[in-house]
């Protein structure tokens, strides 16, 4: 098996103008996509009440006083390059196809080439871009008219780069879910939920490879709080029914959709994100899940700049976040995941072994914290085990990851 950077360097290759336009074709028609299946949950009468509003808008006030801080602290650049992070990956998760050479129209190339494609958008890029390929690649059963089943399977996985099995799962969970809820509406009956989630996570268990079916899980959440945001209560209330063991990923993919969402990408919605996460998840279990997504996404986001995590987020409200053991997983388990899919990229260990400018002794414990310490540990103790076992699609809920990496050892001992 090839290492994906060796993938990587054979697959780059210049890009002529015809083939440019069909990029750009293909950029626009996917984004403009998703952009209106998300404005399309929008027209529901939920979105008239109060609280919903609320929940789908953050506080304008505590988004007044963040801005004030981060100004009078000298903050703006950093907000602007948070904001152009968060751009970039959004875009390129539902409009990879002409970056990595998916043609417009007919079948896929070999799953092996477009992975290797992928690889060769560089460390950074090809995490999300290989999400966005198992989207792809889960959705070309469907254009054909085929119910997918076993697309990932140990057969199929051999020949791809173990560390793009987590996302190109997750990948392949966003197409089921969205293939299945596109028919959800806020009148949708409690039964016909109850199938739709059934469904969806029959899907995923048939087509995901095995021991990584909780990254395919955790897009059922994100299709929901991105497609259908004021179907949460009511797909949860149908996991609580029908599957309750995913009803963590379920929490996580909201989380991570919410630190995605369009009101956050206004300035200063840093600590918005957490505050929605909290707001909008009912008890304990979903509030761990949606604040290690929501941390998830940010650190992964913004890891080629650990400044924005240490000025914008950990150092005003580090105290709080040390409060909810949520983000430190989410932390944690980010960097795992990445360090899996792109082991060589060098901002991982920048990342983590940050140091704060000038002689902010509170800053530096409190990024040791929440970040140094806990990757290291993951990285150290806990990746080892969870990788050798198969299980990296386990990291994609709350869980304490030293307990479950006993178990894990316990079960083979």
Not at 325 to 344: E, L, Q
């Amino acid at each position: 098996m090839q290492s994906a950077a060796q993938m990587g360097r054979k697959a780059r290759r210049p890009m002529d103008l015809g083939s440019l336009a069909v990029g750009l074709l293909q950029f626009g028609e996917a984004l403009g996509s998703l952009l209106a299946d998300s404005a399309r949950g929008l027209l529901t009468p939920q979105v008239l009440r109060p609280s919903v509003a609320l929940s789908l808008t953050g506080n304008p006030l505590q988004r007044t006083v963040e801005g004030w801080r981060t100004f009078l602290t000298g903050g703006s650049q950093l907000t602007g390059e948070e904001l152009l992070n968060k751009a970039e990956v959004f875009t390129l998760v539902p409009a990879v196809a002409p970056l990595i050479g998916e043609p417009l129209k007919g079948p896929l190339p070999p799953l092996p080439q477009l992975v290797a494609n992928a690889y060769a958008l560089g460390d950074f890029f090809s995490l999300w871009a290989i999400e966005g390929l198992g989207h792809d690649y889960g959705n070309s059963f469907w254009k054909q008219g085929v119910r997918p089943h076993g697309i990932l399977s140990p057969e199929v996985a051999r020949d791809l780069p173990s560390g793009s099995l987590p996302m190109l799962n997750a990948g392949i969970g966003l197409s089921m879910a969205r293939t299945i809820f596109d028919g959800l509406r806020w009148d949708t009956p409690a039964a016909e939920i109850r199938r739709m989630v059934a469904e969806i996570v029959r899907l995923d268990r048939d087509n995901a490879l095995p021991g990584y079916t909780g990254a395919a899980y955790e897009n059922l959440g994100l299709t929901t709080r991105t497609l259908r945001p004021t179907m949460v209560s009511a797909v949860d209330q149908a996991i609580r029914e029908v599957a309750p063991q995913v009803r963590g990923y379920f929490w996580h993919g909201v989380g991570r959709s919410i630190y995605f969402w369009f009101s956050n990408f206004l300035p200063c919605s840093d600590w918005q994100i957490f505050q929605m996460a909290r707001r909008e998840a009912p008890d304990e279990e979903a509030r761990l899940n949606a604040w290690a997504g929501a941390a998830w996404g940010y650190v992964l986001v913004n890891q080629r700049q650990p400044r924005i995590t240490a000025e914008l987020l950990i150092g005003p409200h580090g105290e709080e976040l040390a409060q909810n053991g949520g983000f430190v997983n989410g932390v944690a388990s980010s960097m795992m995941m990445r360090f899996d899919t792109t082991p060589d990229a060098p901002f991982i260990q920048e990342f983590i072994r940050y140091r704060p400018e000038g002689s902010n002794g509170r800053l530096t414990e409190l990024w040791d914290r929440l970040v140094r310490i806990p990757s290291e540990t993951a990285l150290n103790v806990y990746y080892p085990v969870i990788q050798r076992h198969g299980r990296m699609g386990d990291i994609f809920q709350y869980r304490d990851l030293a307990a479950y990496v006993r178990d894990l050892q316990g079960s083979a001992a």
